[in-house]
């Protein structure tokens, strides 16, 4: 039997593979990173159990990856910082992604809530 912070995790990664998947290669320019920040965001939070989604893409890096004159690059994860907070009955997820080694990573930050024994309520 799954247990709510088992399948509040579940949760977390399915949202992380659909943000990631669904919106890598979409066109970004410095002018249009608000916007696709609100997309991202509102697109995710559509999901079952996604309390919270936040997403800061960073001007300067988007500027900095544009290597043609048509003045847009593609949003890729070096590009963004995003965090994610499921709510699945009593358990609370808190993930985030980061950068480590050139790579995307989509980690728990914490698990909170749950049953006795579920091991939770710490961070990893």
């Known amino acids: ?70 003045g847009y690059t593609e949003l890729s994860g070096h590009l963004m910082e995003v965090e994610m907070r499921i709510e699945y009955e009593a358990v609370t997820v808190r993930t985030r992604m980061e950068m480590e080694d050139g790579y995307p990573l989509m980690k728990l930050v914490a698990v909170e809530g749950g049953r006795d024994g579920d091991g939770v309520g710490s961070e990893p």
């Open 1 to 70: 039997m799954v247990t709510d912070p088992q399948q509040a995790c579940f949760e977390a990664g399915i949202k992380f593979g659909s943000l990631y998947h669904q919106f890598a290669g979409t066109p970004v320019s410095p002018d249009s990173t608000r916007s696709l920040e609100t997309a991202v965001a509102d697109s995710i939070e559509n999901q079952p159990h996604c309390a919270a989604v936040t997403v800061e893409i960073d001007d300067e890096a988007v500027a900095a990856d544009i290597a043609h004159e048509n």
